[in-house]
């Protein structure tokens, strides 16, 4: 092995310098895995990129393709699936920054849980894929049964049932908007905004609001018109 290595040194040197892994080859030594794809470097990531997933595609060249969808899934959780359902199908087709908010004032338990997953899909998608954060829209977001746990129920007179302690999985499934869909919600944000607009017109601020019941103010009208 060491008359290889010797051999290769003295080649590059009196050669043309060729790439390192070429001349390993020519110099007889093998390798553990194959290097060179149709004369040409096979890409490899940097160890200071993430790691590609376990669905990641790569192209012919092993260079890694993006992808359209992340997802991210936490499992266990100790709620009913109705319950988690009833959270998740209000976020389901938002976009990423306004289904957050409207978690934040969702006044649900489940509302915790699908905000700590939506953020971790956001962070997948920018973090490990390149995806913009600023562009991700909720494409899916269901709940799938989990494991369900049996416990003792006491009743009276000495008899006792089954309590079920429910689990569940949610999985939020995020991608980028659409050109066209990006259209779409700034022509909404701008049909919304005047139409606040047009309703905070119509407040007069300088002029008292009545607040008493409209049984008294009817009478106090009676009274000013026979007056």
């Known amino acids: 092995q060491y008359a290889n290595l010797f051999r290769a040194q003295t080649f590059a040197s009196r050669s043309i310098p060729v790439n ?45 393709v993006k992808r359209l969808k992340v997802q991210a899934i936490k ?47 956001r962070a997948n998608a920018a973090h490990n894929h390149g995806l913009d954060p600023d562009k991700l829209i909720v494409e899916e977001a269901f709940v799938g049964k989990g494991l369900y746990l049996k416990r003792l129920s006491y009743h009276a007179k000495g008899r006792c049932g089954v309590m079920v302690r429910p689990r569940c999985r949610l999985t939020v499934v995020v991608r980028e908007a659409t050109a066209e869909e990006e259209a779409k919600i700034a022509k909404l944000r701008v049909s919304n905004y005047k139409k606040l607009t047009r309703k905070e017109r119509q ?25």
Request: net charge positive.
């Open 203 to 227: 407040l007069m601020p300088h002029r008292l609001i009545e607040v008493s019941p409209r049984w008294a103010r009817k009478r106090k009208e009676e009274a000013g018109a026979t007056a």
């Open 20 to 64: 390192f892994h070429q001349l390993i080859r020519n110099a007889g030594i093998s390798t553990t895995r194959n290097l060179l794809a149709d004369d040409a470097m096979v890409p490899i990531s940097s160890p200071l990129t993430p790691p590609l997933g376990d669905g990641e595609e790569t192209d012919k060249k092993g260079a890694v």
């Open 75 to 121: 499992k266990d959780i100790k709620q009913s699936p109705k319950k988690v359902n009833l959270v998740a199908k209000l976020v389901r087709g938002m976009r990423v920054e306004d289904a957050l908010l409207q978690l934040q004032v969702t006044v649900k338990r489940a509302a915790k849980t699908v905000y700590q997953v939506i953020h971790s899909a």
